[in-house]
């Protein structure tokens, strides 16, 4: 299992370009742009750090880190444009393991990330369940009631992603950025439908009438069953 990172900065360009350079670095990334969202999606991933701005639209990164702090150890990254001493101070009074200003350094950044991380040990599952569907990370392969799945390497990626992610709803967008690694403006509007469609295919008894990945009219779609790491 690859570690999941809280993305939280309200720049929409550089939430996007910081979102994209960690995902091409192999992390799960889950972009918030204020502390309401990012509150949310902290409680609904298994997350290995925050990255996390100061000056918010609906209030302080000081005090989101503070309230994670209360009931997490998870690593803490701040990433903002106040670089007076006491500002870094406080950063680290609140918890942070680490504190950037900015202008910086995307690979900088990254480096940063990488050495963070190390102290993270990863928890890979050899599979997850779901129901007659089991998929096996580390051989990047899937199974229904025991039968090999023949998958494609973006069938297998979308398949993955809905189950390390079950029971939310994923937008367009969120699964074209990370299964495709672009932004969705720059996509044949039928590659996410038709990909998915192949997938029901092989997953769904009639998909036609799917029970497991739905799609959610105007948000996205579903993965609506329970998944399990073993």
Not at 85 to 98: L, N, S, T, V
Not at 193 to 205: A, G, S
């Amino acid at each position: 299992m690859t570690h999941g990172i809280l993305l939280l900065e309200d720049d929409d360009s550089l939430n996007h370009s910081i979102s994209l350079k960690l995902k091409k670095e192999g992390y799960t990334v889950y972009s918030a742009f204020t502390i309401a969202e990012a509150l949310d999606l902290y409680k609904s991933n298994h997350l290995s750090l925050i990255i996390c701005d100061i000056t918010l639209p609906d209030g302080s990164g000081l005090d989101f880190c503070s309230r994670v702090r209360k009931e997490s150890d998870i690593l803490f990254l701040f990433l903002t444009a106040l670089d007076r001493e006491e500002d870094i101070m406080a950063g680290y009074r609140q918890g942070a393991d680490d504190y950037i200003t900015k202008p910086f350094s995307l690979p900088v950044l990254i480096s940063k990330v990488g050495v963070l991380l190390k102290r993270f040990p990863t928890d890979n599952p050899k599979s997850i369940v779901s129901e007659d569907i089991i998929l096996y990370p580390d051989e990047k392969r899937a199974t229904k009631n025991g039968v090999q799945l023949s998958l494609t390497a973006k069938e297998y990626s979308l398949l993955s992603f809905f189950m390390e992610n079950p029971m939310r709803i994923l937008s367009r967008n969120q699964l074209l950025e990370s299964i495709w690694d672009i932004e969705g403006s720059f996509v044949d509007e039928n590659t996410l439908p038709v990909n998915i469609r192949r997938l029901r295919e092989k997953i769904e008894d009639n998909p036609s009438s799917p029970v497991v990945l739905k799609n959610v009219r105007g948000l996205g779609y579903i993965w609506e069953r329970k998944c399990e790491k073993r």
